[in-house]
């Protein structure tokens, strides 16, 4: 298995982080969240996507659900 690519939020774009999940790599976004910073997992399993922050398990079905997810949540920078 890969190291995880580290990111802060905003550092890249979406299609790159989905690019790198697809690789199969774990992306850790550093982002802002609850008044703090904290770090947020995001995965392919090769089914499901999934975005594990520090309150939720989110579970995504297909590309276009993560993609969603990604821009509504600001982690990655606007294209």
């Known amino acids: 298995m890969s190291d995880p690519l580290r990111i802060e939020s905003g550092e890249l774009t ?13 992306v850790v976004v550093e982002a802002e969240l609850l008044g703090g910073t ?11 996507y999934y975005c594990d922050t520090p309150t939720t398990l989110h579970k995504h079905d297909d590309e ?16």
């Open 14 to 26: 979406a299609a790159e982080i989905l690019e790198a999940l697809r690789e199969g790599r774990r």
């Open 38 to 48: 904290h770090e947020l997992s995001l995965r392919h399993d090769g089914e499901t």
């Open 64 to 79: 276009a659900e993560m993609l969603a997810c990604i821009e509504k949540m600001g982690y990655a920078r606007a294209e």
